[in-house]
């Protein structure tokens, strides 16, 4: 087994999250480490190699499997990631919903670090999270690109971070206010946003061009009704004007359509 690669198991977990974790495995080919999917004994058939126990467990505590990493005992050779409420108490790390993913690959890179450390490669004590930044600088540096979204439900959110997570962009910032959505834009770059235009408790068209001028390359993209099918003419026409005037790519209808939103993200 190659000594830049971790493997790692995956429990449970829906489609979404699925989709994300699948996508920060593909990413990592290209870097060091690679993370690299395990499932008994898929991955050693799959490379031709002998694999050991996969390195660590990532466990959706709310599927029925957790059961079973629950009562198992912690064994030094491999460390539990746990995803939700109740961990058992050889967790070595315990996430919450939603996953905040660059935690996530934070902890994957403190695996390989462990690993390099067992090797005499460097002196490591991993037995507490790394920050991932340094706060007085402002900024969060990331492996993976970022998209911010604005006002939107939890159906939607969910949704759309699918999407997002199949156009390989993992890393997701929530807003429901305008502050928020300003600290957030203050302290990240994005390469899309997508705002809901149709909450009266935002300032939505302000925060687009917001976003635009803090952003010139990214995807800025405004959800609404009245960009469906059943929106109406002139309400269409308005937020079309609204759209050129902030800098707002592109409108799409609210529920978002599948191929609508491809058609724009398959650009990122």
């Excluded at 790390?93 to 934070?106: D, G, K, M």
């Excluded at 910032?173 to 770059?189: P, S």
């Excluded at 309400?235 to 799409?252: C, D, F, I, P, W």
């Amino acid at each position: 087994m190659s000594s830049n690669q971790v493997y790692v198991s995956v429990v449970g977990f829906s489609d979404v999250e699925r989709h994300a974790l699948n996508t920060i495995f593909r990413l990592s080919e290209e870097h060091e480490p690679t993370y690299v999917p395990w499932q008994s004994g898929g991955a050693g058939r799959r490379t031709g190699m002998t694999v050991p126990d996969a390195e660590v467990a990532l466990v959706d505590g709310e599927c029925a499997e957790a059961v079973v990493h629950r009562a198992r005992e912690a064994h030094e050779s491999q460390r539990l990631i746990w995803v939700g409420a109740n961990p058992p108490e050889h967790a070595w790390r315990v996430l919450e919903r939603p996953i905040h993913w660059a935690s996530l690959l934070s902890d994957l890179d403190m695996v390989y670090a462990a690993k390099q450390a067992d090797s005499g490669h460097i002196d490591l004590d991993i037995s507490s999270p790394s920050p991932l930044a340094d706060d007085s600088l402002g900024l969060r540096p990331s492996r993976f690109r970022r998209a911010l979204i604005v006002g939107a439900n939890a159906d939607e959110r969910l949704y759309l971070k699918g999407r997002l997570a199949l156009a390989a962009v993992i890393e997701i910032d929530e807003a429901q206010t305008n502050e928020q959505a300003m600290e957030r834009m203050k302290r990240y770059e994005y390469v899309c946003a997508v705002f809901n235009m149709d909450d009266s408790q935002l300032d939505a068209w302000m925060l687009a061009h917001t976003f635009r001028q803090r952003n010139p390359q990214a995807i800025t993209l405004g959800m609404s009704a009245h960009a469906g099918p059943l929106g109406d003419w002139w309400s269409r026409r308005r937020m079309e004007k609204s759209s050129r005037r902030t800098g707002v790519h592109a409108l799409v209808a609210k529920p978002p359509r599948p191929w609508e939103l491809a058609r724009w993200l398959e650009d990122l």
